[in-house]
């Protein structure tokens, strides 16, 4: 495969196929979790360690994995490294593990992961699903920390609020004020129809980019030979 398809594979999980976005997968932590920005990296940072490792396990498995199992075989392999995300971080950055509570260890049935596990990692070589579970990785975790940055500015009036918790140098107070105090934040917006506005709102500018009509090549100017 050349280096430009799998640059493609790498980069089509950010904006093409979005998961979120474009193929509308993950919209329960979507919503759930995106009320701070640093808790949208947190997820998205968890569900990437577990695409990538998950399309690299079952694409190497997918040869010797029966297909009448695969299922199953595809929900234990991503449990496996759920588990191991969720003890990483609870030892390590309990702050998160309260923050996104029960939707960090319900990874394991994420639509996203599964899905990619089905159509993409079963079907293809190790590099390949690599570069799609780093993808689509990026792909959510971009969409994650852009909807919870529009959801804390306007519904708390600050920014990257509990980063502390993911970089404990920062101190666990730490917070960019983004609109002053003395300003009434819109709190609809922490809200779950806050959380379905902004999402509705994303993804009608994702189909937008996506399906724009490109503008017709200048035509060819002068007569028939």
Not at 208 to 225: D, H, M, Q, S, Y
Request: hydrophobic letters at 50%.
């Amino acid at each position: 495969m050349s280096n430009n398809s799998k640059l493609s594979i790498l980069t089509n999980g950010i904006l093409n196929e979005n998961p979120v976005l474009r193929l509308v997968l993950g919209t329960c932590p979507t919503l759930a979790v995106t009320t701070m920005a640093s808790n949208g990296i947190g997820m998205g940072l968890a569900a990437t360690f577990v695409l990538l490792c998950s399309n690299v396990a079952i694409s190497a498995l997918r040869k010797i994995i029966p297909d009448q199992v695969r299922i199953p075989c595809f929900i234990t392999v991503i449990a496996g490294f759920v588990s191991l995300v969720q003890m990483l971080v609870k030892a390590y950055v309990p702050d998160l593990d309260t923050a996104l509570g029960v939707y960090l260890p319900l990874i394991v049935v994420n639509c996203i992961i599964l899905g990619r596990a089905e159509m993409f990692a079963s079907k293809h070589g190790v590099v390949d699903s690599a570069l799609d579970g780093i993808g689509m990785g990026i792909g959510f975790t971009i969409t994650l920390t852009i909807m919870g940055s529009i959801r804390e500015i306007l519904g708390s009036g600050t920014w990257m609020s509990g980063l502390g918790s993911l970089i404990p140098a920062l101190g666990s107070d730490f917070a960019i004020r983004v609109i002053p105090e003395s300003i009434d934040s819109f709190s609809l917006m922490t809200s779950a129809p806050g959380g379905f506005f902004v999402f509705g709102v994303m993804m009608a500018g994702a189909t937008w980019l996506t399906t724009r009509p490109k503008k017709n090549a200048p035509a060819v100017e002068g007569g028939n030979a």
